[in-house]
């Protein structure tokens, strides 16, 4: 069997599970590039100079989520618990005798060959 295929014997469910995990938690990730880096308020802060380097790194300072948007992060971790879990507990793995790590890491990359 190609590295990142299924088990031809793979049931779609877990696929499909794996699949709206994978989107769920792109979303996720989108909407928390919005945000600001700290949840809380916190002072920003400038590193010390590197040698050999004249660069500096630093943030500035952060203003902390909003009730809007903290309620808005709980939510959507919320949303990723759901498929995480069901890709995890799905009764497809107790159908397995052996190789369930096999089985469990050709379902997680199975997407990669579609996007080639």
Do not use: I
Request: proline share 9%.
């Amino acid at each position: 069997m190609p590295k990142n295929t299924p088990a031809p014997d793979s049931p779609q469910d877990p696929l499909d599970a794996q699949a709206a995990l994978y989107q769920t938690r792109a979303a996720y990730e989108e909407y928390a590039k919005t945000l600001p880096w700290s949840a809380e308020p916190m002072p920003g802060w400038e590193g010390d100079k590197q040698l050999h380097s004249s660069y500096r790194s630093h943030k500035e300072d952060s203003p902390g989520y909003t009730e809007e948007q903290a309620t808005e992060v709980r939510c959507r971790q919320d949303e990723l618990r759901r498929p995480s879990a069901e890709v995890m507990t799905h009764p497809y793995w107790s159908t397995l005798s052996e190789d369930v790590v096999a089985a469990r890491m050709a379902v997680k990359h199975a997407h990669e060959s579609a996007e080639v």
